[in-house]
């Protein structure tokens, strides 16, 4: 059975991936600064820990309240459906983690980012065949529009990096798009907040191989490390997913995604004014393209998804629930 959403004043999506996208754009930042003191498994590790605690406080909190006013908490997910969000929150809390903090080892936060957000091309790809969201002109239209931006930033980035950090880069955008398809899926049974927590703790357990090495550099990192680290897993992480799973429970998986490139020109300025990397010109302008872009893609997308269910992701019939995975 499609899970039934409550009614939500139209702009609050908008608004959520709003949060998503600046929090996450920070994220790249702080993996740019931190991840010389903590290496990509204990950093992603030290991250996802702070996390899950996060978001189980948040969780606790919002059962409690429901409680108080006689309303049933979520039920947890079994069997298949566990299996499902398990697999999908190893893949991106786990393995896209430690894939982007091995990239911010060898490129810097601009082109880590730029790398990342060819995931949106991706998704809208999936999405239109595995969700049947279709390739509406609006969309395809704004996708073209904001990667001519990010080539534009990406060719005239600070720091070209090495090979291994653009293959790190390109697996971080490929189990990306992957995760963020199946998320949608998985919203049809799940509520965000329910999938959220349930997916970190997976990635978390996940990671748990870091711990020894996790350990031993925490013991000798500095303190701004040790700081970036918990905000990594508080905001980015815990803040930000939530967000994200709200607006995607109430809009198509292709055009919220088409909404992260505007994430590579948050990232330039931020790291321009954090970390001292100065963009180019060209930079500059790709960036104002890439917000043009996001405008054109999902300007009508937030405000169609005013409705009651999730009608853009299909059910298989036969057994009712979505794809182990998916």
């Not at 979520?74 to 896209?96: H, K, S």
């Amino acid at each position: 059975m499609t899970r039934t959403l409550a009614p939500h004043h139209p702009l609050l999506p908008l608004a959520a991936a709003a949060v998503t996208v600046v929090l996450w754009a920070s994220a790249f930042v702080g993996i740019r600064a931190v991840g010389h003191d903590l290496s990509p498994g204990a950093l992603a590790l030290g991250r996802m820990l702070v996390g899950s605690l996060t978001l189980t406080v948040i969780v606790a909190a919002v059962r409690a309240r429901s409680g108080r006013r006689g309303r049933i908490p979520a039920p947890l997910p079994r069997g298949r459906l566990l299996v499902a969000v398990a697999v999908w929150g190893t893949a991106w809390f786990g393995l896209y983690n430690i894939a982007l903090n091995a990239a911010g080892r060898h490129l810097d936060a601009g082109t880590s980012a730029l790398l990342v957000n060819i995931a949106p091309v991706v998704v809208a790809v999936l999405a239109g065949l595995l969700l049947g969201e279709g390739f509406p002109a609006r969309l395809l239209a704004g996708i073209a529009v904001a990667f001519t931006g990010v080539a534009l930033i990406a060719v005239t980035t600070s720091t070209g990096g090495d090979l291994t950090g653009v293959l790190l880069g390109l697996l971080a955008a490929f189990t990306y798009a992957g995760a963020a398809t199946g998320q949608k899926r998985l919203l049809v049974r799940i509520d965000p907040l329910t999938v959220t927590w349930v997916g970190a703790a997976a990635g978390t357990v996940a990671l748990l191989p870091f711990a020894p090495r996790l350990v031993a550099e925490l013991a000798d990192a500095p303190g701004p490390a040790i700081a970036g680290a918990v905000y990594l897993g508080v905001f980015p992480t815990a803040i930000a997913f939530l967000t994200w799973g709200y607006a995607l429970s109430r809009t198509s998986a292709g055009r919220l995604t088409a909404s992260t490139y505007a994430v590579p020109p948050l990232v330039v300025a931020m790291s321009w004014t954090l970390l001292g990397e100065v963009p180019a010109v060209l930079a500059l302008v790709g960036g104002a393209v890439c917000l043009a872009g996001v405008a054109i893609a999902t300007g009508r997308g937030f405000q169609r998804a005013t409705g009651s269910s999730v009608p853009d992701t299909p059910v298989p019939a036969s057994t009712g629930r979505p794809t182990p995975g998916a």
